[in-house]
Nanobody
């Protein structure tokens, strides 16, 4: 499995911005979906934003659409998440993850069991 390391977390005031990065230990040619998930204490892990490794198409959770932007620089083996207009509800541990193409015609989605590589997480706190 590719090793993923998140960075960029921190504490910001509501309305502020924060940019997260996820560095992969090697090229992610064997992965089809790249995504950001988050988990707050006492809550289930939820998908935030995803991107297709090859096409660049993106998808977002309704709660962050219009505020967050996912992007990637495959030449640098890096995934990004730009977070704007942050709200206290965005407070959580943020994780990046990668999934292989499970079958022909597979559609990337927020199903964490389908992601086989995960980062250690980076904390985001909004007050």
């Amino acid at each position: 499995q590719v090793q993923l390391v998140e960075s960029g977390g921190g504490s910001v005031q509501a309305g502020g911005s924060l940019a997260l990065s996820c560095a992969a230990s090697e090229a992610t040619y064997n992965y089809y979906c790249m995504a950001w998930f988050r988990q707050a204490p006492g809550k289930e892990r939820e998908g935030v934003a995803g991107i297709y490794r090859y096409s660049g198409s993106t998808y977002y959770a309704y709660s962050v659409k219009g505020r967050f932007t996912i992007s990637q620089d495959n030449s640098k083996n890096t995934l990004y998440l730009q977070m704007n207009s942050l709200k206290p509800e965005d407070t959580a541990m943020y994780y990046c993850a990668a999934a292989e193409q499970l079958w022909v015609g597979y559609v990337c989605r927020f199903s964490d069991r389908e992601y086989n590589s995960w980062g250690q997480g980076t904390q985001v706190t909004v007050s």
